[in-house]
Each structure stands twice: as C-alpha cells, then as structure tokens.
Nanobody, 122 residues
Framework: QVQLVESGGKLVQPGGSLRLSCVASGRAFTNYAMGWFRQAPGKEREFVAVISWSDGNTYYADSVKGRFTISRDNAKNTVYLQMNSLKPEDTAVYYC???????????????WGQGTQVTVSS
C-alpha cells in the first residue's frame, strides 16, 4: 500500500506564490509517474501536472502552463508543485497521486493523498 502526504497549502494573495510537497512511501516508484490534481467545491477533480520518475518528463494543464512547475526528488520519493502568479480560480484542494503510467487522466492514478487546501484570495 502506498501512502501519499501533501503539505504546503495555505491562504495566499492573488499574484503570490506557493510550493506544495508530496511525500510517497510504502512501495518503489520506478517507472511510475506522479501527478497533481485539484478539486474545487462542486467541480470535477481536474488534472494539473504530471512528472515521470525516470526521465523527468512533464506535462501541464493549459490553465497552469507557464505559472506552475512540477519537480521531483527521486531519492526522497518527493514531488513538488511550485505555483506562481496565483489566481483566485486556482483555489481548490490539491491532491498528489501515483500512477503506473505517465498520464493526465485521473483514471490511471491508483493512489491519492488526502489533499491540501490552497486558497487564493485578497
């Protein structure tokens, strides 16, 4: 069983920056991928970003491209999401997730963290 723990969510003003972390434990992640998703109240959980553990390839949702950066530390089984130029519409619970393949589809993710709240408001 895999455990994923997110941290770093908080209240931030529009235009501000925030860095989220996700630590994975319980299994090896070789050839797997880690993704970030978010869900606002009343909305579907949506893809944000994904990174491959092996080669570091990344892919982003259009809504965050150019503002967010996903990265990882393989030795620590930790993935990060650096969020810049935050907008109110970025407000959501952010989840990290583990997949057996490089994908932007939530159906491909088998393990999920509990989520961390990010609120962008003035």
């Amino acid at each position: 069983q895999v455990q994923l723990v997110e941290s770093g969510g908080k209240l931030v003003q529009p235009g501000g920056s925030l860095r989220l972390s996700c630590v994975a434990s319980g299994r090896a992640f070789t050839n797997y991928a880690m993704g970030w998703f978010r869900q606002a109240p009343g909305k579907e959980r949506e893809f944000v970003a994904v990174i491959s553990w092996s080669d570091g390839n990344t892919y982003y949702a259009d809504s965050v491209k150019g503002r967010f950066t996903i990265s990882r530390d393989n030795a620590k089984n930790t993935v990060y999401l650096q969020m810049n130029s935050l907008k109110p519409e970025d407000t959501a619970v952010y989840y990290c997730a583990a997949a057996g393949e490089y994908s932007s589809r939530k159906e491909h993710y088998d393990y999920w963290g509990q989520g961390t709240q990010v609120t962008v408001s003035s």
